[in-house]
């Protein structure tokens, strides 16, 4: 069964969701953005989410990289679309997360060798896949790709890794020393989850 979707059907279902938010927000990145695309609120709806997860694991399997023996994700923002995409591929799910500003695997153990495939949700400069892809190495495994819902950069981002991307949905996002007026002028926010505490 083809369950394919488009683009504009990506965001839709974020829309649909209350995910696109705009104002002045801080990314992940550090880059700010008029414009967030807040996941958790698809992330609550299961229907939403199985949705989207199985169109990502068509797509992973139409470009050649189902081959793998498990999905590997970066926490926080990863866990929910890996563990999904995880199921559609029939594979197993880990995630890394953060031990003194490093990720770290630290709930799981991966045999050398082991094909890995890494799902995010949202990428905007690559860098949680960049960090993911050093912790599968430095363990010996072997990512074959990446994997995500969106790519914010419209495939600029260096993952380091071939990429899929169920949607690409390209937003402006400057440095903060670069910010057009009238962004500058609104208060900005953080939303992410990447400078949490552990």
């Known amino acids: 069964m083809n369950v394919s979707l488009s683009e504009a059907d990506v965001i839709d279902i974020f829309r649909s ?24 609120r698809v992330f609550m709806y299961p229907d939403k989410t199985e949705r989207l997860c199985r169109a ?31 199921r559609h591929l029939g594979v ?3 995630w890394v997360e953060r031990e003194e500003g490093a990720f770290r695997l630290r709930r799981f153990e991966m045999e050398k060798g082991t094909r890995v495939l890494i799902v995010e949700d949202i990428v905007t ?11 599968v190495r430095d363990l010996g495994g072997d990512v ?13 981002a260096d993952t380091g890794v071939p990429l899929v991307a169920l949607a690409n ?18 208060p900005a926010v953080k939303p992410g989850s990447r400078n949490l505490a552990p």
């Open 169 to 186: 949905y390209k937003v402006p996002a400057y440095p903060a020393n670069s910010l057009p007026p009238e962004l500058a002028a609104i």
């Open 144 to 156: 074959v790709a990446a994997a995500c819902l969106i790519d914010r950069s419209a495939g600029e």
């Open 92 to 94: 197993p799910a880990m």
């Open 125 to 135: 400069t690559g860098l949680s896949i960049r960090e993911t892809i050093e912790t």
């Open 56 to 86: 990502l694991a068509e797509k992973v399997r139409a470009e050649g990289f189902g081959d793998v023996d498990v999905i590997i994700a970066p926490a926080v923002g990863g866990i929910v679309p890996g563990y999904e995409t995880a």
């Open 17 to 40: 969701a209350g995910a696109v938010l705009e104002g002045h927000f801080i990314l992940s990145s550090g880059l700010r953005s008029p414009v967030f695309l807040q996941k958790a």
